[in-house]
C-alpha cells in the first residue's frame, strides 16, 4: 500500500458549482499526478506536481486548477463544473525521488465525479 | 512527443487460453522507460512490470511475460495459462527523459476471461 488517500470517493454535483477533490500522501513524495479516466481514452494527465507550491500542466488541464501548499497533500479544483467532466480521477504519486521518469506510479483507489 | 498504442480494445478468451495484449510506443527520446498496469473490475490501479529501453531482455513472472523489441517499438504481454482472475483492463505506459515527468498511457485493453 503506497499510502494515498483521495476524498471523497464518489461526489455527484450540478453544472456550475465548484468542486475540489483532495489527495493525501503519507509517502512523503515530491511527485504527485491527478490523472482523469474515461472510456475510450484511457488515463490522460490533467496537471502535476513536483514540489510544495510547484505545479504545471498535464494535456487535459483546461478547467482544472491545482495546488499543493504541503508535500502531502494535492488539490485538483474544478472552477465550475461541467458534464464533460465527469469521470473517474485518480491521483498518484511518484516513488522516484529525482527521476520519476523512471519510476512507476502508485495510485490512489479513485474519486468518481458525476456532474448533472 | 510520445505515444502508445493499444490497438486491441477488447479480448475474450476461455480459460487457460494464452493471450498476447500488444502494446506499440512511439518517441524520439533514447531513454525511456515502460510500464504495464493492470486495474481489475475492482478498480485500482495496480504496476505489473518496468522495462528500459537500454533492456531488451524477456521477463517472466510466472504466468506473466513480456516481450520487448526496440526494433518494432514493441512491449507485448503475454499471459499464459490464463485465469477467471486475469479479468481486467491492461495499461501500457511510457515515460521517457525528454517527456519530463510525464507517464502518457495507452487507451487500455479490456480482456475478459471465461470459465
Known amino acids: 500500500d503506497a499510502g494515498i488517500t483521495q476524498s471523497p470517493r464518489h461526489k455527484v454535483t450540478e453544472t456550475g458549482t465548484p468542486v475540489t477533490l483532495r489527495c493525501h500522501q503519507t509517502?512523503?513524495?515530491?511527485?504527485m499526478y491527478w490523472y482523469r479516466q474515461d472510456p475510450g481514452h484511457g488515463l490522460r494527465l490533467i496537471h502535476y506536481s513536483y514540489g510544495v507550491k510547484d505545479t504545471d500542466k498535464g494535456e487535459v488541464s483546461d478547467g482544472y486548477s491545482v495546488s499543493r501548499s504541503k508535500t502531502e497533500d494535492f488539490l485538483l479544483t474544478l472552477e465550475s463544473a461541467t458534464s464533460s467532466q465527469t469521470s473517474v480521477y485518480f491521483c498518484?504519486?511518484?516513488?522516484?525521488?529525482?527521476?520519476?521518469?523512471?519510476?512507476?506510479?502508485?495510485f490512489g483507489n479513485g474519486t468518481r465525479l458525476t456532474v448533472t | 512527443a510520445q505515444k502508445v498504442t493499444q490497438a486491441q480494445t477488447e479480448i475474450s478468451v476461455v480459460e487457460k487460453e494464452d493471450v498476447t495484449l500488444d502494446c506499440v510506443y512511439e518517441t524520439r527520446d533514447t531513454t525511456y522507460y515502460l510500464f504495464w498496469y493492470k486495474q481489475p473490475p475492482s478498480g485500482e490501479l495496480v504496476f505489473l512490470i518496468r522495462r528500459n529501453s537500454f533492456d531488451e531482455q524477456n521477463e517472466i513472472s510466472g504466468r506473466y511475460s513480456w516481450n520487448f523489441q526496440k526494433s518494432t517499438s514493441s512491449f507485448n504481454f503475454t499471459i499464459t495459462a490464463s485465469q477467471v482472475v486475469d479479468s481486467a483492463v491492461y495499461f501500457c505506459?511510457?515515460?521517457?527523459?525528454?517527456?519530463?515527468?510525464?507517464?502518457?498511457f495507452g487507451k487500455g485493453t479490456k480482456l475478459t476471461v471465461n470459465p
Open positions: 498518484a504519486i511518484s516513488s522516484g525521488p529525482r527521476q520519476p521518469y523512471n519510476s512507476p506510479l502508485h
Open positions: 509517502e512523503n513524495h515530491r511527485y
Open positions: 505506459a511510457l515515460s521517457t527523459q525528454g517527456g519530463s515527468e510525464k507517464l502518457v
